[in-house]
């Protein structure tokens, strides 16, 4: 028994083609769309991706770009094939390839759904980087002298400035490493060198910020050195007190950036799914309908269409036997006749020897 069956006049069939195929053209925006989109992304992936660890993050936005590449081809192909089949007679030269489109087609909906999953999955592996990435470039902000590491100290300053963010996860973070490069120490004050001593690596570190963790609508200016030093500052109290710093962290603000990015982004590949499988299921119907009026051999008669022209347990069973079958023939190398018992046998006594070569053995 058919599922979902319709029954279809030459009108309703003529309208079904025009509507297909002016949503296959619609389709081919979506796809130059779901294009332009994994194309924005990987340019912001791109832009900070000296503050990222490296990890293949770049896949989300590839896929993004391959799906509308090939969302264009083939709603382009599946807009000519429409339009043909306005024409029953038409429809002849397209009789052969429908079924293999439909097949390839329900497919690549399949990828669109993925690709929409993969925008939302992306938020893990993003955060791993970030975290790893960001405390990377805050070890080398100070090697302003270094090649291929000068830029990071400018790239850590504008992240800091323009998200309005602190360390990786909080201020904190810069009193753990040196972010000052020793030759802006000045090696003859005693103070400097005791505390080079007293770390066991030979860091200088201390309870300060580089500039760019100002919070410049503080309106007290800001205290970016001794800052747990409540005796360091005339009326301060680190503990109690909303210091004029910036307190979320970059990787927070890095995160939140991209989640809501990757989300809109997710939305629209979702509704393009949604878009892409209704289109699907009209050119299936439509498919199957002129199939059926090829069979009666009557172009103006009626003719019913459906999904699938069994139900979904006989489908599956088909598809289960054919998946069997194409074991057998792939064990058997394609012989057919392997495996065939013979017809005859011959017996040559107790030894198993041949007659003409008994003779001559003895």
């Given at each position: 028994?058919?599922?979902?069956?319709?029954?279809?006049?030459?009108?309703?069939?003529?309208?079904?083609?025009?509507?297909?195929?002016?949503?296959?053209?619609?389709?081919?925006?979506?796809?130059?769309?779901?294009?332009?989109?994994g194309?924005?992304?990987?340019?912001?992936?791109?832009?900070?991706?000296?503050?990222?660890?490296?990890?293949?993050?770049?896949?989300v936005?590839?896929?993004?770009?391959?799906?509308?590449?090939?969302?264009?081809?083939?709603?382009?192909?599946?807009?000519?094939?429409?339009?043909?089949?306005?024409?029953?007679?038409?429809?002849?030269?397209?009789?052969?390839?429908?079924?293999p489109?439909?097949?390839?087609?329900?497919?690549?909906?399949?990828?669109?759904?993925?690709?929409?999953?993969?925008?939302y999955?992306?938020?893990?592996?993003?955060?791993?980087?970030?975290?790893?990435?960001?405390?990377?470039?805050?070890?080398?902000?100070?090697?302003?002298?270094?090649?291929?590491?000068?830029?990071?100290?400018?790239?850590?300053?504008?992240?800091?400035?323009?998200?309005?963010?602190?360390?990786?996860?909080?201020?904190?973070?810069?009193?753990?490493?040196?972010?000052?490069?020793?030759?802006?120490?000045?090696?003859?004050?005693?103070?400097?060198?005791?505390?080079?001593?007293?770390?066991?690596?030979?860091?200088?570190?201390?309870?300060?910020?580089?500039?760019?963790?100002?919070?410049?609508?503080?309106?007290?200016?800001?205290?970016?050195?001794q800052?747990?030093?409540?005796?360091?500052?005339?009326?301060?109290?680190?503990?109690?007190?909303?210091?004029?710093?910036?307190?979320?962290?970059?990787?927070?603000?890095?995160?939140?950036y991209?989640?809501?990015?990757?989300?809109?982004?997710?939305?629209?590949?979702?509704?393009?799914?949604?878009?892409?499988?209704?289109?699907?299921t009209?050119?299936?119907?439509?498919?199957?309908?002129?199939?059926?009026?090829?069979?009666?051999?009557?172009?103006?008669?009626?003719?019913?269409?459906?999904?699938?022209?069994?139900?979904?347990?006989e489908?599956?069973?088909?598809?289960?036997?054919?998946?069997?079958?194409?074991?057998?023939?792939?064990?058997?190398?394609?012989?057919?006749?392997?495996?065939?018992?013979?017809?005859?046998?011959?017996?040559?006594?107790?030894?198993?020897?041949?007659?003409?070569?008994?003779?001559?053995?003895?």
């Amino acid at each position: 028994m058919a599922v979902l069956k319709v029954k279809f006049t030459k009108t309703r069939r003529d309208k079904l083609a025009q509507i297909l195929w002016i949503l296959n053209w619609i389709s081919v925006v979506t796809g130059i769309i779901l294009f332009s989109l994994g194309l924005f992304l990987k340019v912001e992936l791109k832009k900070r991706e000296e503050l990222m660890a490296e990890k293949d993050i770049q896949y989300v936005p590839n896929m993004l770009i391959a799906v509308g590449l090939i969302a264009c081809a083939i709603n382009f192909l599946g807009g000519k094939i429409c339009y043909d089949c306005v024409d029953s007679t038409k429809f002849l030269r397209w009789k052969l390839i429908m079924l293999p489109y439909i097949v390839c087609t329900f497919f690549f909906t399949l990828c669109v759904l993925v690709g929409a999953l993969m925008c939302y999955s992306m938020h893990w592996e993003l955060e791993e980087a970030l975290d790893l990435g960001l405390m990377q470039a805050m070890r080398f902000y100070k090697d302003t002298d270094m090649p291929g590491r000068c830029f990071l100290k400018h790239t850590v300053d504008t992240l800091q400035i323009q998200f309005q963010c602190c360390g990786n996860s909080g201020y904190k973070d810069w009193f753990q490493i040196q972010w000052i490069s020793n030759r802006y120490l000045d090696m003859s004050k005693k103070e400097v060198v005791d505390r080079l001593r007293s770390n066991v690596e030979g860091k200088y570190l201390m309870d300060g910020v580089p500039f760019s963790c100002c919070n410049i609508n503080s309106p007290r200016p800001c205290i970016q050195q001794q800052i747990t030093n409540n005796s360091a500052h005339f009326n301060y109290e680190h503990q109690t007190e909303d210091q004029n710093l910036w307190m979320k962290g970059c990787r927070q603000a890095l995160l939140e950036y991209y989640t809501h990015i990757m989300q809109s982004i997710g939305l629209t590949v979702l509704i393009t799914w949604l878009f892409e499988l209704s289109v699907l299921t009209g050119v299936r119907y439509l498919q199957t309908s002129l199939e059926n009026v090829l069979r009666q051999g009557d172009p103006d008669s009626e003719s019913d269409g459906w999904l699938l022209e069994n139900s979904l347990m006989e489908t599956a069973r088909i598809i289960k036997s054919l998946g069997k079958s194409n074991q057998i023939n792939t064990a058997n190398n394609g012989d057919p006749n392997i495996d065939v018992p013979s017809t005859s046998k011959a017996h040559y006594g107790p030894d198993n020897v041949p007659p003409k070569e008994k003779m001559e053995t003895s």
